[in-house]
């Protein structure tokens, strides 16, 4: 197993105390569910949580202000803000997809209300902005700028995601286009969000956002993968959860897309009104898998990372933090849940 880079704890320690004092300005009414999806408070009978999420988005924003010589404490409140949009997007996300379940724990609309959830998402959605302009410098009005292309990319990336469930056959490429503005969008922003704030050269900015692009449709490839065939004790959610949700995602695209047997049997699948029962969702993994779609996958994200790296070689960022940033995209490959 890949070792988890230290620059994700290192930054979680630097980001969560930000999001932490945004969170708790909220109302009482909102605070409770919000502060249960972070995982610092509890419900009858939930698990208890001791973190949120890998902390990706935080730790590159650390690492874009580090990489141009500014402080880690730069980057933190940038940190701070993409998490708050993150965080906005998988409540709603939950309650879209119907997931009942997210880091071992029940998901807020199902443990609260689908009305608590969809306003807790809208809070944490305000906050981002808020704290990056309650003391306005052009730094970060530029930075919530960005921020607010990137949300906007994503919100577009979901609605295609949703548009997909329409649609008989979706290719790999149109799965590809709709995760780089879904996933590689919000990456983008984090990877430079802190060269942003610390006023860093437009070549530098860009280096960071392409790269962060790049390395959000690799982790995507990396999720969709898991999303069939990883372990449910490690990820969270059932096996073949993307299947039983008949979710169109790269290996699903790409096997519907071939003219061959397996590609009929799974659409015949996927295009039955009925839930996928377990022994469908073991032939729709072998279906995929003896059509290449796991391994198409894993040369997508390959490919995307291979392109990320030479995006931070096309501009001059400082030698530790460049280091870090390329620990993290062998991560994000080589990663379990």
Sequence with gaps: MTPVPSILERARQLVEPEVETAVNSLCPELLHPVRYHFGWEEIDGSPSATKSGKGLRPALAILSAESVGASAQTGALGGAAVELIHNFSLIHDDIIDGDTERRHRTTVWKAFSVDDAVISGDA???????????????EKVAAASRLAKATTLMLAGQAADMAFNNQ???????CVSMEAGKTGALLGCAASIGAVLSGAEHNQITALDEYGQKLGIAFQAVDD??????????????AGNDLRERKKSMPVAFTLSLKSSESEELEAMYVASKDLSEPEIKKAMQLIEEAGGR??????????????????????LHQRPLEELKEIAVFVKERDH
């Design 124 to 138: 944490l959605h305000t906050l981002a902005f808020q704290i990056l302009l309650e003391q306005s410098s052009p």
């Design 168 to 174: 008989r056959v979706v290719t790999f490429e149109d």
């Design 225 to 238: 993968i898991l999303g069939i065939w990883g372990n449910p004790e490690i990820t969270g959610k059932p």
């Design 295 to 316: 391994e198409r996958t894993q040369e997508e994200a390959q490919t995307q990372l291979n392109g990320a790296l030479e995006a931070l070689h096309s501009a001059e």
